[in-house]
């Protein structure tokens, strides 16, 4: 970052402190990852400079000789990878993909029906703060109070009841697999739109670790920088009838010009992703995901849903005599980033809930295996019963770095 340095130190300092943050501390935000340096390199590019606003041959700008090329071969890259019979590449990131089903399947006020926040879903499924709770009718459904499972039965009720438009299937807090046969039986019931957003699970979904919803969806929409491991963007993948409507919704329903430069590094993360090497690599992410659970719960961690079978586990602290906030906290001054969440039916306010986030992406990408994650849910308990140790927190950072230190991540500069 040469150049970056001599016009702009301030920044580059910061990006490099960033960069050793990254490499030191283990990342367990089951959102994020490590992208390979490919797709630094795609992002990063001149493709930055480029205006195309429209879709392969039919731009409203000319010198598309080469973007075409690139966006219908990340477009190829989608369909083959994910077996769907269209894609779109050009959603600027998850939310604006989720908002442009609706604005393609809903007029303002009609129903759209998604899993409550504070249940596991996500704000664009029609949360009260989030456009799509207030231009659209949110119908809310929930978890099953004993067995912290989706309530299908509640799924299939609500939906008789208020006839939505769109039924949503994903989570952003969610340990399990979700039943997308299921779904599809009541909105294919109720003339619904079936629409699975797999933001979390993509990667899983094409290294073959979770079923995929592509053969049961109407349409699918996901993020392209959580486990799938390319840069921040969206896609939506769809069945052929509705090809059009979506592509009039993204652009120019929602959007201007695509970011080209992701698009590109949309299209290498895709490539990486249909490799055995990233089957395995989705399969591991899940071993450990299971492994972490299994080990949190030895040391008396009280898990969501008593384990996982993705890359996820949501953990309530409270039997440990401590909460999620200060827990969280005390976790990333001890080297261990994760983020506080609300465990379902949480009788904690959001800002201080029951519970903690974690997932294994990350850290399966630097190459954690059992002893690591086992190793892992040791420095958690030890940070649970030491919260306000600062001594103890900052030696457990220094063991977390020397632990990483062994395990280079994919993109970080070698010293
Ligand atoms: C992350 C996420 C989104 C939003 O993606 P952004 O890129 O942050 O806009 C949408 N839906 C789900 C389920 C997510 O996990």
Redesign the pocket.
Known sequence: MNHLKEIDPEIAELISQETTRQRDKIRLIP?ENYVTNAVLEATGSVLTNKYSEGYAKKRYYEGQQLIDQIELLAIRRAKALFGSEGANVQPY???PA?LAVYFAFCRPGDPIMGLALDHGG?L?HGWGVSITGDFFTPIRYELHPETHLIDYDMVRDLARKHKPKVIVA???AYPRIIDFEAFASVAAEVGAVFCV?M??IAGLVAGGAHPSPVPRADVVTT?TH?SLRGP?G?MILMKKKHRKAIKKAVFPGLQGGPHNHTTAAIAVALKEAATDEFKAYAHKIVENAKHLAASLNEKGFNLVSGGTDNHLVLVDVTKLGTTGKPFAQALDKAGIVCNYNTVPFDPRPPMDPSGVRLGTPAVTSRGFGKPEIEQLAGWMAQVATHIDDEAKLARVAEEVKELCAGFPAPGMPVE
């Open positions: 959102s990131s998850g939310s989720n996500h664009t994903g989570a952003t957003d933001a979390h993020t959580k921040r969206g």
